[in-house]
């Protein structure tokens, strides 16, 4: 099953980024977007997303035209059904780590999961202000942050650039994990190739095309 569909997307700002894309999502799916730093993938990310309308094209999600969407299911839709992770973590800084993953458990009606807390390594440091944790922690929160919300499809951009290695790869495991578990996808954008290859398809955005490499 198709969760996302996009026929034909273009963009531009004052120069065109990119044009006639098309890709398909499906369950239990995982695709890799790669690219040098200013070749749009992120751009890409944010429509595919809906956080940004293309200048053309079309997206479905869960097999229905986006620009068919009431304002108020659109709505519903982001908070429910897609998990955005983003290598700024955007957590609520006032807030504790704890509190910050509350927002999210009782906006989807989810439960915090504590298994997973232990696996990202914050248990320990939950309690604590989010502007005492470290970079990497505060990462690792804002991706509990979204998976407590249990999204159908995850779109992440550099969701572990603020991350040693192991780390990585381990929440790597864990997003492979979730979406086999749950029936989900994911898109990611990154710049670590050996990353990127972990995913089910990777391709590479290039001179204003979406190249299949794998």
């Known amino acids: 099953m198709n969760l996302l569909s996009a026929q034909n997307l273009s ?14 999502l499906e369950q239990k799916q995982s695709i ?15 429509i595919l997303s809906t956080l940004l309308e ?3 094209g079309e997206i479905e999600l869960f097999d229905k035209d986006i620009s068919s969407y009431s304002k108020k299911e659109l709505s519903s839709m982001k ?31 989810q439960d915090i999961d504590e298994q997973l807390l232990k696996r990202l390594n914050i248990f320990e440091v939950i ?35 603020n991350l040693d ?8 495991d864990i997003f492979f994990e979730y979406i086999d578990s749950n029936d989900a996808a994911m ?13 089910d398809k990777v391709y590479r955005l290039e001179n204003k095309e979406l190249i299949s490499l794998k």
Do not use: W
């Open 32 to 46: 890799a977007i790669i690219g040098a730093s200013g070749s749009g993938k992120s751009t890409l990310l944010h």
């Open 79 to 109: 908070r429910d059904d897609l998990g955005l992770i983003f290598q700024s973590h955007y957590l609520f800084k006032g807030f504790s780590a704890l509190e910050n993953l509350e927002v999210a458990s009782i906006l989807s009606n």
């Open 11 to 24: 963009h531009k700002f004052d120069y065109e980024l990119f044009s006639n894309i098309s890709l398909t």
């Open 127 to 161: 309690n604590q202000k989010v502007t005492e944790l470290s970079g990497g922690q505060q990462q690792r929160v804002s991706i509990a942050r979204v998976l407590t919300k249990k999204p159908k499809i995850i779109f992440a951009d550099e969701p572990t650039g």
């Open 165 to 172: 290695k192991h780390t990585a790869s381990e929440v790597m």
């Open 187 to 199: 898109i990611l954008v990154t710049h670590d190739e050996e990353l990127a290859n972990e995913c």
């Open 54 to 56: 293309p200048d053309s």
